[in-house]
């Protein structure tokens, strides 16, 4: 979403709750230019699984292996020696 500067501050608890639910907010200048971008910074959870058209696009097939730590060959030049 999109506001300009004057929306912001006369709505800024709202924008701030949708910022923090996962929203990307924008905030624009008085010429239209986007200046600034608000993004939730909470650690609940990654922004692109809530974003709807993420999360709607989402598929997955085996929920406990996202539980599972990498086996070491897949880790790569990571992997500890």
């Given amino acids: 979403m999109t506001v300009t500067l004057e929306e912001a501050q006369a709505d800024l608890p709202g924008i701030l709750a949708r910022a923090v639910a996962g929203e990307e907010v924008v905030i624009a ?4 230019q986007p200046a600034v971008k608000l993004v939730s910074v909470a650690a609940n959870g ?23 730590p990498l086996p070491p060959e897949e880790w790569g030049e990571l992997a500890e020696r």
Avoid: F, M, N
């Avoid at 200048?29 to 239209?32: I, K, P």
């Avoid at 699984?49 to 539980?67: F, G, M, N, R, W």
């Fill in 29 to 32: 200048t008085a010429g239209g």
């Fill in 46 to 68: 990654s922004r692109l699984v809530q974003d709807p058209q993420v999360k709607s696009a989402l598929t997955i097939l085996d929920h406990e292996a996202l539980l599972k």
